[in-house]
T-cell receptor, first 111, second 115 residues
Framework: EDQVTQSPEALRLQEGESSSLNCSYT??????LFWYRQDPGKGPEFLFT???AGEEKEKERLKATLTKKESFLHITAPKPEDSATYLC????????????FGSGTRLSIRP | DVKVTQSSRYLVKRTGEKVFLECVQD?????MFWYRQDPGLGLRLIYF???????EKGDIPEGYSVSREKKERFSLILESASTNQTSMYLC??????????????FGPGTRLLVL
């Protein structure tokens, strides 16, 4: 069964304290892996797409990496405005349209 | 920029009422989706549509129906609202066909409270 697991569920960091969020996936072939940011009471906002192992994407303080079994979202020197829930999702080869979401990591950055 | 809009940010309805949630996208996407999001349960797919007048059940279709009469518009209908349908409803759209790797783009969400 296709599955996405994110860890930790919640992470509290001090401003400037770098860390990583993990997304482990089990799929029968990967079309793409996606990262989203979601602020409270709002819809998820697309961040990155990764297609193959070894690929990396960067945006400001965020860098996403991909291996054959997991993806990491590295946050370097975070600021309070980076506080949000980060969602990981995958599109397996078995699905032309649907994507499978993880339950998210709730990130809180203290000033 | 992709824009997905939803007809209401907040709705309060009574048990048994018929509820319509509307979603419009401006990117000419083939695929449109309705999810609900609940604490501890994450995002769950209710229905999706891959073409006008075409629809497929997602993981939790019971108690819901959908309508897609035009490519840009996808409606979610709660035939007889119940308290367990109180939730955040999210609409998304995405390209289909030759771009299978592309992601989905979400609207701002509708927070529905059924009393």
């Amino acid at each position: 069964e296709d599955q996405v697991t994110q860890s930790p569920e919640a992470l509290r960091l001090q401003e400037g304290e770098s860390s990583s969020l993990n997304c482990s996936y089990t799929v029968s072939g990967l079309r793409g892996l996606f990262w989203y940011r979601q602020d409270p009471g709002k819809g998820p906002e697309f961040l990155f797409t990764l297609y193959s192992a070894g690929e990396e994407k960067e945006k400001e303080r965020l860098k996403a990496t991909l291996t054959k079994k997991e993806s990491f979202l590295h946050i370097t020197a975070p600021k309070p405005e980076d506080s949000a829930t980060y969602l990981c999702a995958v599109r397996p080869y078995s699905s032309a349209s649907k994507i499978i979401f993880g339950s998210g990591t709730r990130l809180s950055i203290r000033p | 920029d992709v824009k997905v809009t939803q007809s209401s940010r907040y709705l309060v309805k009574r048990t048994g009422e018929k509820v319509f949630l509307e979603c419009v996208q401006d990117m000419d996407h083939e695929n449109m989706f309705w999810y609900r999001q609940d604490p501890g349960l994450g995002l769950r797919l209710i229905y999706f549509s891959y073409d006008v007048k075409m629809k497929e059940k997602g993981d939790i279709p019971e108690g819901y129906s959908v309508s897609r009469e035009k490519k840009e518009r996808f409606s979610l209908i709660l035939e007889s609202a119940s308290t367990n349908q109180t939730s955040m409803y999210l609409c998304a759209s995405g390209p289909g066909g030759t771009v299978p790797q592309e992601t989905q783009y979400f609207g701002p969400g509708t927070r529905l409270l059924v009393l």
